[in-house]
């Protein structure tokens, strides 16, 4: 059974760093789309950023650009979120999805089929 499983979050303070990561079992990332979303208490799910396999485009939601980096590393079949400067309303449930969206899709959830279960991120002092 496929499965996708993040790590790396936890508590940290504010202006502090994280990297999650996220990897499969029984799946190759190729030509596939690898994406974070996160969930807070309370609110929708948001799109955080997303990473092309093949290829390499990368994608960003506003509030995370120049702070957050989505990286993959072919060697270990992992997509990473190095996530710098956190600020308390970073936090949330962090999870990864795997999909094949159009560029024009990329941010929706809709447009994929497997997630994780998610990792908890804390931004408090």
């Known amino acids: 059974q496929e499965q996708l499983l993040e790590s790396g979050g936890g508590l940290v303070e504010p202006g502090g760093s994280l990297r999650l990561s996220c990897t499969a079992s029984?799946?190759?990332?190729?030509?596939?789309?690898l994406a974070w979303f996160r969930q807070a208490p309370g609110k929708d799910r948001e799109f955080v950023a997303a990473?092309?396999?093949?290829?390499?485009?990368?994608y960003y939601e506003d509030s995370v650009k120049g702070r957050f980096t989505i990286s993959k590393d072919s060697a270990k079949n992992a997509v990473h979120l190095q996530m710098n400067s956190l600020k308390p309303e970073d936090t949330a449930v962090y999870s990864c999805?795997?999909?094949?969206?159009?560029?024009?899709?990329?941010?929706?959830?809709?447009?994929?089929?497997?997630w994780g279960q998610g990792t908890q991120v804390t931004i408090s002092s």
């Open positions: 999805a795997i999909g094949r969206p159009i560029t024009s899709s990329v941010r929706r959830p809709e447009s994929y089929y497997y």
């Open positions: 029984g799946r190759s990332f190729s030509g596939y789309g």
């Open positions: 990473i092309r396999w093949n290829g390499g485009n990368t």
